[in-house]
Nanobody
Framework: QVQLAESGGGSVQAGASLRLSCVYRYSSNCMGWIRQAPGKEREGVANIKSDGTISYAASVEGRFTISQDDAKMTLYLEMNNLKPEDTAMYYC??????????????????WGQGTQVTVSS
């Protein structure tokens, strides 16, 4: 059974907004979003810990917002003012307890199938 299922990607023009959603079967101490563009390494985008602490990659700080609704078992990524360099496959991720919210990226052990975000200039 699918544990993490993303949706909400699409093709938009620069400056537009998108909201990604990830339905999960059970909550984890660390959850977040990572992305991978063609020919580039996977990059952490935003993390949220079970204690509510949040972190963002510098490249998205102030434009993206991560949130979680445990009642709906859904993780969100609100993306505003999208730029062409945001083009990537976006994955929802989950993992066990980490020493800090930034460290969540290193402990992610489950990923969804991804949703494509394409931003044109």
């Amino acid at each position: 059974q699918v544990q993490l299922a993303e949706s909400g990607g699409g093709s938009v023009q620069a400056g537009a907004s998108l909201r990604l959603s990830c339905v999960y079967r059970y909550s984890s101490n660390c959850m977040g979003w990572i992305r991978q563009a063609p020919g580039k390494e996977r990059e952490g985008v935003a993390n949220i810990k079970s204690d509510g602490t949040i972190s963002y990659a510098a490249s998205v700080e102030g434009r993206f917002t991560i949130s979680q609704d445990d009642a709906k078992m859904t993780l969100y990524l609100e993306m505003n003012n999208l730029k062409p360099e945001d083009t990537a496959m976006y994955y929802c991720a989950a993992g066990p307890l980490a020493p800090s919210v930034d460290a969540c990226t290193r402990v992610f052990s489950r990923w969804g199938q991804g949703t494509q975000v394409t931003v044109s200039s």
